[in-house]
């Protein structure tokens, strides 16, 4: 019996938007929209503002800051937007001074199910929570990361503020921020990626005649975040798994590169060939006349088991492979991630653990440190912030306070 294919895929595509929708509604019962209602005591406060609880009350006391939340514990308490209202207060630049560029940062690997989406959604939200100002440019039709920051795929089908309309090629925009949306996170916006990303693609490729034509359209989203790079501190980008005219713009653009990459013998085989096609692409690039050379590559090993059979070794091997250009901190396999990702948020977005307490606090911990490394390399990009390591929690408690 013949099947119709089309009426098939259709079929199950409607199935699939239907229990999506079913999905969300679960994840983020009884509100439609995604709300962060995290809140910090005085050390995880004085922590992530880079100042002692003790510097923090003083100041309350002495009416520099005002007076801080009392749970019904009689605990004092902060939101996330206190923590700004007391950088600013204190005069705490997180992040790079207005004349400095933005870090374009590219969490890439062309193989799937390496947690690309996972750790570009974590290492925004850590971002964020350290005051920085965050822009996420979900580039993969897939729209996984999209997903984990409450965009609606249907809201996007009819908008022409996407990513896809700015990177077509009879694009109806020329102001790169009209494809930004706000986040749950109040210092994060997102350029959501939408269905028709893909589409677009080929349409990119299609009629790409001439060397100044190529040159223009591997160069769109790179011009784009130009518009805005002064606007923000770090802007992640999440490729597509694929070396397209999508991923050549990718690599146009980022001015770093995170590359996730699991410990295992099939992963490391799959590591040197992408090393290798990224090789290529950017002589590919030089090629263009659109010179790219990264301020750093870093390489870290994700979903890593200490006790999983060869994975210790794979570890040693992918150190000796990478060098300096791998984190010391690996991140580890983690049920709190994966059951977090399954409910559209990540660890850092609640502080009550699907698991135990020990788990999440084991996991919210690790990540932390390889987080920490990266925002070390992305501070050294900015002349403010590098001189030896200059960092405002050095500072004498008098001063800083």
Same mark, same amino acid.
Request: aromatic content about 6%; overall charge negative.
């Given at each position: 019996?013949?099947?119709?294919?089309?009426?098939?895929?259709?079929?199950?595509?409607?199935?699939?938007?239907?229990?999506?929708?079913?999905?969300?509604?679960?994840?983020?019962?009884?509100?439609?929209?995604?709300?962060?209602?995290?809140?910090?005591?005085?050390?995880?406060?004085?922590?992530?503002? *880079?100042? =002692? +609880?003790?510097?923090? &009350?003083?100041?309350? #006391?002495?009416?520099?800051?005002? @007076?801080?939340?009392? $749970?019904?514990?009689?605990?004092?308490?902060?939101?996330?937007?206190?923590?700004?209202?007391?950088?600013?207060?204190? *005069?705490? =630049? +997180?992040?790079?001074? &207005?004349?400095?560029? #933005?870090?374009?940062?590219?969490? @890439?690997?062309?193989? $799937?199910?390496?947690?690309?989406?996972?750790?570009?959604?974590?290492?925004?939200?850590?971002?964020?929570?350290?005051?920085?100002?965050?822009?996420?440019?979900?580039?993969?039709?897939? #729209?996984?990361?999209?997903?984990?920051?409450?965009?609606?795929?249907?809201?996007?089908?009819?908008?022409?503020?996407?990513?896809?309309?700015?990177?077509?090629?009879?694009?109806?925009?020329?102001?790169?921020?009209?494809?930004?949306?706000?986040? #749950?996170?109040?210092?994060?916006?997102?350029?959501?990626?939408?269905?028709?990303?893909?589409?677009?693609?080929?349409?990119?490729?299609?009629?790409?005649?001439?060397?100044?034509?190529?040159?223009?359209?591997?160069?769109?989203?790179?011009?784009?975040?130009?518009?805005?790079?002064?606007?923000?501190?770090?802007?992640?980008?999440?490729?597509?798994?694929?070396?397209?005219?999508?991923?050549?713009?990718?690599?146009?653009?980022?001015?770093?590169?995170?590359?996730?990459?699991?410990?295992?013998?099939?992963?490391?085989?799959?590591?040197?060939?992408?090393?290798?096609?990224?090789?290529?692409?950017?002589?590919?690039?030089?090629?263009?006349?659109?010179?790219?050379?990264?301020?750093?590559?870093?390489?870290?090993?994700?979903?890593?088991?200490?006790?999983?059979?060869?994975?210790?070794?794979?570890?040693?091997?992918?150190?000796?492979?990478?060098?300096?250009?791998?984190?010391?901190?690996?991140?580890?396999?983690?049920?709190?991630?994966?059951?977090?990702?399954?409910?559209?948020?990540?660890?850092?977005?609640?502080?009550?653990?699907?698991?135990?307490?020990?788990?999440?606090?084991?996991?919210?911990?690790?990540?932390?440190?390889?987080?920490?490394?990266?925002?070390?390399?992305?501070?050294?990009?900015?002349?403010?912030?590098?001189?030896?390591?200059?960092?405002?929690?050095?500072?004498?408690?008098?001063?800083?306070?």
């Amino acid at each position: 019996m013949m099947i119709d294919t089309i009426s098939n895929l259709k079929a199950m595509v409607d199935n699939g938007e239907a229990l999506s929708s079913q999905l969300k509604k679960v994840a983020f019962r009884p509100r439609e929209r995604k709300r962060l209602e995290l809140t910090f005591g005085p050390g995880r406060a004085a922590d992530l503002i *880079g100042r =002692t +609880p003790e510097a923090i &009350a003083k100041a309350e #006391a002495k009416g520099r800051l005002p @007076q801080p939340k009392i $749970g019904s514990n009689g605990r004092r308490y902060y939101t996330l937007e206190d923590l700004t209202l007391i950088r600013q207060a204190l *005069g705490i =630049t +997180p992040g790079k001074q &207005a004349h400095e560029a #933005a870090v374009v940062l590219a969490v @890439q690997n062309f193989k $799937g199910g390496v947690g690309k989406s996972t750790i570009t959604k974590h290492l925004a939200d850590f971002l964020a929570l350290q005051g920085l100002r965050v822009l996420v440019v979900d580039c993969d039709p897939q #729209a996984s990361t999209s997903s984990l920051f409450d965009v609606d795929q249907e809201e996007l089908w009819d908008s022409e503020e996407t990513l896809a309309h700015f990177l077509a090629p009879t694009a109806p925009l020329s102001d790169f921020r009209q494809t930004i949306r706000d986040t #749950a996170w109040p210092t994060t916006k997102i350029v959501p990626s939408s269905l028709g990303l893909g589409e677009i693609e080929w349409h990119m490729v299609a009629g790409a005649e001439g060397r100044q034509e190529i040159m223009r359209r591997f160069g769109l989203l790179r011009s784009g975040i130009s518009q805005i790079r002064r606007e923000f501190d770090v802007i992640l980008l999440d490729p597509p798994p694929a070396m397209g005219f999508l991923g050549m713009n990718v690599m146009a653009a980022a001015t770093g590169l995170v590359v996730p990459v699991p410990a295992r013998q099939l992963d490391f085989l799959s590591t040197i060939h992408f090393m290798t096609n990224i090789a290529d692409t950017l002589e590919a690039l030089h090629g263009y006349d659109m010179g790219v050379n990264y301020d750093f590559i870093r390489v870290v090993v994700s979903n890593y088991s200490r006790s999983a059979d060869g994975e210790a070794g794979m570890l040693r091997i992918l150190q000796q492979m990478c060098g300096t250009n791998m984190l010391t901190n690996p991140i580890l396999a983690s049920e709190e991630i994966k059951n977090s990702v399954q409910e559209f948020r990540s660890v850092y977005e609640s502080d009550k653990p699907i698991s135990s307490h020990k788990t999440f606090t084991r996991c919210r911990d690790n990540l932390d440190l390889v987080f920490s490394e990266i925002l070390h390399v992305i501070r050294q990009q900015w002349p403010s912030t590098s001189m030896a390591g200059f960092d405002d929690r050095h500072l004498p408690e008098g001063e800083a306070a």
